[in-house]
């Protein structure tokens, strides 16, 4: 039954009169429509009014009017009956939307609880990053694992990579490169049916060989580099043989994941990015921020290692900040290659004292060479990898 009590019957006759008039109303007139009619007719108007507190935020600015709207939305969704239809794609559209825009606000608690709500739905990718960014490694694992069966072949390569790298990050190295080779055995026969570009398969190719290294598989680690390097053979050679645009997500995404053990250990009171999640599209909002908000503080730092002669520490510290520059980079939409090229050939050069580890000019030529790639310049790239290559012997000897 409707509620009648908030509203006058004047307020109920205008605001169906106004629904029904010859005049298409403004969204914002229809809002508070439905604001009247979902108190006396709650069956028929809460989903419009859900619907409408939605759009209504497309077209404002005001974080804080987001905040608000969203609120109202969840609350609205939830009074909506059970078996009304589309009720749960409503409701958990309204706490999607509520919870990024509780992150956005600092509002880390409240968040946390509309994320739990949302896995209680069946929307568990949020809670899981969440875990990720708060060092509960395990947790997010498990939670990703229970909800990907095995050889699901209809699971997305972005909750492959997530839960590999959930799994690395807890511990369980094994675990996490068996889920990562269905992620490069499905880039491999994607790329052999054209229906991705090589450079895909490349990058994959890259971080696994980094998980093989990791976990001292030098064999198979040497095959995977080998199979990257031919692939970047035949780019340098006729380029791609189909045709792509931004894909250069997963290069940063991947990029990103392989800076982790550089970074400091997450914890609930200080979190961190969840590394192998998409940064845009998949870190929350705080954490992003603050990610790329460190960029000033990382230049002052690298400024002071360099002063002091500290190579390690300054190779360490540009390559963390070359990341960070790579994610502003890739998320900004300028794509000027000149603004980002010189933070890799920095680290090159770096890497090319005398005195410095060989494993970082490796690593520093094979950061380049997948810039190179994503940038669609494979010859320099396909150049750069090969001298990492030819290093790799003397970095398993050192």
């Known amino acids: 039954m409707g509620n009648a009590g908030k509203y006058g019957q004047d307020a109920v006759l205008r605001a169906r009169v106004l629904l029904l008039g010859s005049e298409e109303p403004s969204l914002r007139e229809r809002l508070d429509a439905y604001r009247v009619l979902a108190e006396v007719s709650p069956r028929a108007y809460l989903p419009k009014l859900v619907d409408a507190l939605i759009e209504r935020t497309h077209w404002l600015g005001d974080p804080q009017l987001h905040l608000a709207l969203y609120a109202e939305a969840v609350a609205a969704a939830r009074r909506i009956d059970l078996d009304a239809p589309n009720r749960g794609e409503r409701l ?3 706490l999607s939307g509520y ?3 509780l992150f956005a606000a600092g509002r880390r608690a409240e968040g ?8 209680e739905a069946g929307r568990y990718g949020r809670l899981a990053v969440l875990l990720s960014e708060e060092g509960r490694h395990g947790e997010a694992a498990d939670l990703l694992g229970r909800h990907v069966a095995p050889g699901d072949a209809d699971v997305s390569e972005w909750t492959l990579i997530e839960w ?3 799994l690395d990050a807890a511990g369980r190295h094994e675990e996490a490169l068996e889920v990562f080779a269905r992620v490069v055995d499905e880039a491999r026969r994607e790329a052999a049916d054209d229906r991705a570009p090589l450079a895909s398969l490349v990058w994959k190719l890259e971080q696994h060989a980094r998980m093989l290294r990791a976990v001292g598989r030098p064999a198979d680690e040497t095959a995977a580099r080998r199979e990257t390097l031919g692939l970047l053979g035949r780019l340098a050679r006729g380029g791609e043989p189909v045709s792509w645009s931004n894909v250069q997500a997963s290069w940063v995404t991947l990029l990103a994941l392989s800076g982790r053990p550089g970074e400091p250990a997450a914890t609930p009171e200080a979190p961190l990015p969840a590394f192998g999640v998409h940064p845009v599209h998949g870190w929350s909002p705080d954490v992003r921020e603050e990610y790329v908000a460190s960029i000033p503080e990382l230049e002052r730092q690298t400024d002071a290692l360099r002063e002091s002669g500290d190579l390690p520490g300054l190779i360490a510290a540009q390559r963390r900040l070359t990341v960070r520059r790579a994610l502003r980079w890739e998320s900004s939409g300028r794509r000027a290659e000149a603004s980002l090229l010189p933070s890799f050939d920095e680290g090159v050069d770096l890497a090319r004292h005398p005195s410095a580890d060989p494993g970082a000019l490796a690593r520093a030529l094979t950061d380049r060479s997948m810039f190179l790639l994503a940038v669609k310049r494979y010859e320099e790239a ?4 090969t001298e990492a290559t030819a290093l790799q012997p003397i970095v398993t000897r050192t």
């Open 92 to 94: 958990s559209q309204a």
């Open 99 to 101: 919870e990024h825009r």
């Open 112 to 119: 946390r609880a509309v994320c739990e709500e949302l896995a």
């Open 164 to 166: 590999a790298a959930a």
């Open 382 to 385: 396909h150049a750069d990898f």
